[in-house]
């Protein structure tokens, strides 16, 4: 099935604006907060935010690279951190009442640190206004630098995630500013610096034009780098500027990636067309989320 074909029928997005959803898009717009769930236009922000969480995303909403799958606009140029943002996210989380929140951002190639800093300040302060609340951060590649790379893995982060997104032969293509190989060994590195504190986590988007051999073997890679946890989900291009969708996946096979990755040694898999690497993320980290708006878990 080429792009060009309407959305298979498994794809079913239950949108409900409701109470918990209201609350959630009040507190991010009092504080001027950015998720990927907007930026990225994911398909789930009905859902998680009704069910009361978010994934924040800091350091701007301008990315200083061009991945021709991603919603998030592009910039030579992008803004200075917020010096306070450390503290707007903690305050939303305290008052969201979460027992795991994520942290993602765009790319900061424009920053001595890659913004590193600002991930380790924020886990910091989510820390300080509630110890119980667990975090996950999902980190671009740091350039691959050391340093840089030591700031988050020893920020108190529960759970550190960086996407290799694709399959290496598409790269070129898909992702052109970045690097597999720099990729893999940043999961490598944060592995190495675990010590059994934190989990390390990476997600596959498919549809891009990879075959299920490819697939297998990122899934192995993944595995040897100290992956313990994946998550592959269905590509949908954010327009018509966006890379086309080249293949859609049935839930049949996207069970069988799950089988794939489980035998090449990841033990935490979520696999499905509306799966995305945030989704859900307290359950693939073994966490039960229990938030206070609305008293729901």
Known sequence: MDSTNRLPGWFKVHIHSGENYSRVKGLLTEHGLKTVCQGARCPNIWECWNSGTATFMILGSRCTRHC????????????????????KIADSVERLG?????????????LPDYGAGQF????????????????????????GDC???????????????HNVETVPRLY?????????RVSLAVLEF????????FRVKSSLIVGLGESLDE????????????CSAVTLGQYLAPSRKHYPVRKYY???????????????????????????????????????LHTEIGGME
Not at 70 to 87: F, K, L, M, W, Y
Not at 147 to 161: I, R, W
Not at 172 to 180: G, K, N, Q, S
Not at 215 to 226: F, H, K, T, Y
């Open 68 to 87: 021709r799958f991603c919603g998030v606009r592009q910039t030579r140029s992008p803004s200075p951190p917020d010096p306070a943002e450390p503290e």
């Open 98 to 110: 979460l027992s795991w929140a994520v942290l993602t951002s765009v790319t900061r190639d424009d």
């Open 120 to 143: 380790a300040r924020c886990v910091k302060m989510i820390h300080r206004c509630r110890p119980q609340c667990g975090v996950e951060l999902l980190i671009p590649d740091l350039k």
């Open 147 to 161: 340093e840089a790379l030591k700031v988050v893995a020893t920020s108190g982060a529960q759970m550190l995630a």
């Open 172 to 180: 070129p293509e898909v992702r052109p500013e970045a690097d597999y």
């Open 190 to 197: 944060l592995a190495g610096k675990s010590n059994g504190t």
């Open 215 to 226: 697939i297998g073997s990122v899934l192995e890679d993944l595995a040897a780098a100290g």
């Open 250 to 288: 049935t839930p049949d096979e996207f069970e069988q990636m799950a089988r794939m990755a489980r035998r090449s040694g990841i033990e935490r898999v979520a696999s499905g067309p509306l799966v995305r690497s945030s989704y859900q993320a307290h359950r693939l980290a073994g966490c039960r």
